[in-house]
């Protein structure tokens, strides 16, 4: 992450300094730096800026074999055998842009190891499930999953621009016969028309910025024209993966559909990058607002430390720290998981030392679609008819009146 440095003539702007405090240059703030710049390209540090910045272009070049990672990293003998051993039951990809994000020679990188298949992956322990989140179970329509009274999720497409390896979806996302055609996507709008009690619409998939501009804004505008939708979230990984794509012409666009949500996926510092903070503010300057749902993932952000710094920098870009989220059930992925309780160790280690904004609500969605469930770290050491004991984010007991 970039960070002003005090004897970087850079980070001043203003007049020349003659010693007087009206001429004196002004420091650029964190909030300003963090936009300055942009991520080192590897290999690719000879492609011109029209061709980087085309979001297209980074799809069609997206890394998907051993030979094309071997160029920007120091592949391991497992990351080889691992890639194509899942190659038919998950494949990888990955943009240009997210493949500079990891560390050539660090197989432990967060980005690594979310990105690139690992050969644990392949180990099915007890208590995994095909589908953790009973989606298919409370699928009305091809498409369509309705466990809440009031909203539902529309799952639009199969493909993303990074396969990352924790997908809770990974039965679904990127296997071409489960792609959402115009046909289903009928289906479900009309399933959404005939429930009045459906006002929170979650645009899902796969990845629906993966869809073309016009494709994308006309399926936002047939949800807008729904009179009980009032609220529709956009969820993409897109500001982390392909900051790229939110051109200013499609931000323009999706401000036609306010009030509209997007609801992104940073679990990383690594992923912060000045490209990534252009990404949210445009967002946010244009009134979208911007959400993050982290994982907790092993060896990726399972530290307070991490957690903290990620959620500070979303704050300065407006985004808001929403989820912390267990890592799902889902087949494959129970490297990532993390204890619960270490998970409450981390949430009362972010309560104090910063801002309430940063931090987010750490939550199980329980398996078999029971829903969000949150976890709170247990502050109440006693409570009878008099008073509530508790501890502060210090350890300090304190005392309250129970009525």
């Not at 179970?137 to 809440?148: A, E, N, W």
């Not at 994308?216 to 993409?236: Q, S, Y």
Request: aromatic share 8%.
């Amino acid at each position: 992450m970039t960070e002003a440095r005090a004897n970087d003539r850079s980070d001043f702007e203003g007049l020349p300094d003659d010693g007087t405090a009206e001429s004196f240059p002004r420091r650029k703030t964190r909030v300003e730096v963090d936009v300055i710049g942009q991520t080192p390209r590897g290999p690719w540090s000879d492609v011109p800026d029209s061709l980087w910045n085309d979001w297209r272009w980074q799809q069609r070049n997206r890394l998907r074999t051993a030979e094309d990672l071997a160029k920007v990293i120091t592949l391991t003998d497992g990351e080889r055998r691992a890639i194509e051993a899942t190659a038919g039951a998950f494949r990888m990809a990955l943009t240009p842009y997210y493949a500079t994000l990891m560390d050539p020679q660090d197989p432990d990188c967060p980005v690594r190891a979310q990105a690139i298949p690992r050969e644990v992956e392949l180990d099915k322990v007890p208590g995994d499930l095909a589908d953790p989140l009973g989606e298919e179970r409370f699928m009305p329509v091809p498409g369509i999953t309705h466990r809440y009274p009031d909203r539902v999720l529309f799952y639009v497409t199969h493909n993303c621009p990074v396969y990352c390896r924790h997908c809770t979806r990974k039965r679904k996302v990127s296997d071409p016969t489960s792609a959402a055609n115009h046909d289903q996507l009928e289906i479900g709008l009309d399933y959404i028309r005939k429930h009045e009690e459906v006002r929170d619409v979650l645009v899902s998939g796969g990845d629906p910025l993966t869809l073309s501009d016009d494709r994308l804004c006309e399926l936002l505008g047939a949800l807008r024209e729904i009179p009980h939708v009032e609220v529709i979230r956009l969820c993409t990984r897109n500001p982390v993966t392909l900051p790229q794509r939110f051109t200013p012409e499609l931000i323009d666009r999706l401000a036609n559909f306010h009030p509209l949500f997007v609801h992104t996926h940073f679990n990383s510092p690594r992923e912060c990058t000045p490209e990534a903070a252009r990404c949210l503010r445009a967002l946010a300057d244009r009134g979208l607002n911007v959400a993050n749902q982290m994982v907790l993932l092993r060896g990726v952000n399972d530290d307070a430390r991490l957690i903290r710094e990620t959620n500070v920098w979303l704050l300065r870009q407006r985004c808001r720290p929403y989820y912390l989220f267990q890592a799902d059930l889902a087949e494959g992925i129970s490297h990532f998981r993390v204890p619960v309780q270490q998970g409450l160790d981390i949430l009362r280690a972010l309560r104090g030392p910063v801002s309430g904004m940063a931090v987010p609500t750490y939550v199980i969605d329980a398996p078999g679609g029971g829903g969000k469930i949150p976890l709170v770290p247990d502050y109440i050491e006693s409570r009878d008819e008099e008073k509530v004991v508790f501890t502060n984010w210090k350890g300090d007991r304190y005392e309250y009146p129970s009525k």
